[in-house]
């Protein structure tokens, strides 16, 4: 089966750096996905892990470990349009599965 | 390049009617994924159809099913709808089955069942 784990929600200051944690159990692994969604809106692309290690793209970077099944998403300079659901998504084979999202409030 | 769009934006049923949401894929894409997002969860997988064969399937009941055409284009349709089938329900597309393509997602039809 698959599982994944988010923190529901989070709380950070605009201007600051936040940690989004995720752990995932599925059988099968074919890279990690870390998309944002606003309120009403499609989720978007953030980034893509399939190897170990830190993928830094601006203002976003994403790690990943797969002997640990642990991935987090780190949020530099925190902006208020940040505030947003982040969805850590795993791809097992060829589907791409979903955990529940973290919704993440931007305080000024 | 076109990307994804979904019809209709919203759409309100009555409990034990049946829908039909289509989406068209982004161009060049031929694999189309569909989700249902009750609010504050993320998105559930329900099934995904590559050149028009049903290609894996969530765990859905079979009242939830699917169509793909010639073009790429998708249906979702349901039929006896029950209220927690109130959701948003969203395509992706993408250039292959392979998850290093990537999916691009539609906005979305929020349908309410009442």
Redesign the interface.
């Known amino acids: 089966g698959q599982n ?1 784990d988010q923190p529901t929600e989070m709380t950070a200051t605009e201007g600051a750096i936040v940690q989004i944690n995720c752990t995932y159990q599925t059988s099968g692994f ?2 990690l ?1 870390w998309y944002q969604q606003h309120a009403g ?5 953030l980034s ?1 892990n ?1 190897l170990d290690g830190l993928e830094e793209k601006g203002r976003f970077s994403s790690f990943l470990s797969r002997s640990k099944g642990y991935s987090y998403l780190l949020l530099k300079e925190l902006q208020m349009k940040d505030s947003a659901s982040y ?1 850590c ?1 795993v ?1 097992p ?9 973290t ?1 993440l409030h931007i305080l000024p | 390049e076109t990307g994804v769009t979904q019809s209709p934006t919203h759409l309100i049923k009555t409990r034990g009617q049946q829908v039909t949401l289509r989406c068209s894929s982004q161009s060049g894409h031929n694999t189309v994924s569909w989700y249902q997002q009750a609010l504050g969860q993320g998105p559930q997988f329900i099934f995904q159809y590559y050149r028009e064969e049903e290609n894996g399937r969530g765990n859905f009941p079979p009242r939830f099913s699917g169509l793909q055409f010639p073009n790429y284009s998708s249906e979702l349709n349901v039929n006896a709808l029950e209220l927690d089938d109130s959701a948003l329900y969203l395509c992706a597309s993408s250039v292959g089955t392979g998850a290093i393509y990537g999916y691009t997602f539609g906005s979305g039809t929020r349908l309410t069942v009442v």
């Open positions: 994944i074919n890279g996905f809106e499609a989720p978007t692309f893509y399939v969805l998504a791809s084979y060829d589907k791409i599965i979903f955990g529940k999202g919704r």
